[in-house]
């Protein structure tokens, strides 16, 4: 049906496909060494981020000896930098394990296979707290999985994919005066109390990002956002055409979906904006129709 509606193939290696259900830990570990090229990128972009090539110079944010707030943020953006980078890796991977139906939850290309894994679990989980029909639900998250599978196996769509990823992923940078900004109204001279408040505001994740997010990176989302919103478009396109024939509860199955996609929790969006990714009702209302 999806070779049909697409005129693509659903293959990348000209065998079959398979749906194969996974553990949690399956996924992640089959996950983890399929993201591995973006997250060793993250992670150097991330373990460099507080570097400068002049921290001495007139420009450098933590330069003015007189300032009492510029001279804490050092230290801290240090601080940070470890918890950043342990996120890139197995606590990210096993964050999103804990929340995907199938291998493409977030957009991201993987090596060259044509057996598509979905967590059982998960699928499961949601589907018993939205009541949703079991055999139908398990239906849409294939027809789902086989038309990312498809999209994103055209040649240079994955190419361009893959390269707006992983450029997004090195430009990490600290950026003190975000910090500063978060920070700007607390009393520093509090004792511990100031402490307390300071670790409350680097807790938010907003702050964390807008301490590291960089203003190449600001440029570069619009385009990233594009090819994703043309891939979430002819997805959803091929999924409306296919799936309201195949699936008596289609429209039903995608507005739970949806809702659960657009009412993400802030922890999920944190992982989706480290790549870049951040699937927002915006993205879906800027997809071709």
Known sequence: HVANVTGLSTSMTGRGLTVL?????????????????????????????????????????????????????????????????????????????????????????????????????????????????ADDLRLWICLHEIAHHAVLGVPHVRARLESLLGEYTTKFRSDAGALEDQLGDLDLTGGPESMAQIQQALGEPGALLGAIQSDEQRALLPRLEAVVALVVGVVDHVMDTVGSKLIPSYSML????????????????????????????????????
């Open 254 to 289: 995608t507005e739970a979906l949806r809702r659960r996609r657009v009412e993400t929790a802030e922890s999920d969006r944190f992982v989706e904006r480290l790549l870049g990714l951040e699937l927002t009702q915006a993205t879906y209302d800027r997809r071709p129709r």
């Open 21 to 133: 259900p996974v553990t949690r830990g399956h996924w992640a570990q089959r996950t983890l060494e399929d993201y591995r090229p973006l997250l060793e990128k993250l992670a150097g972009s991330l373990g460099a981020a507080d570097t400068d090539d002049d921290p001495d110079g007139p420009d450098d944010p933590f330069g003015g000896p007189d300032d009492q707030l510029a001279a804490m943020l050092g230290p801290m953006i240090q601080a940070m930098q470890p918890m950043m980078v342990a996120m890139t890796a197995g606590s990210m991977v096993g964050h999103l394990a804990r929340r995907s139906l199938g291998q493409y939850d977030l957009p991201v290309p993987r090596p060259p296979s044509d057996e598509l894994v979905i967590l059982v679990r998960n699928l499961d989980e949601f589907g018993s707290g939205w009541s949703l029909p």
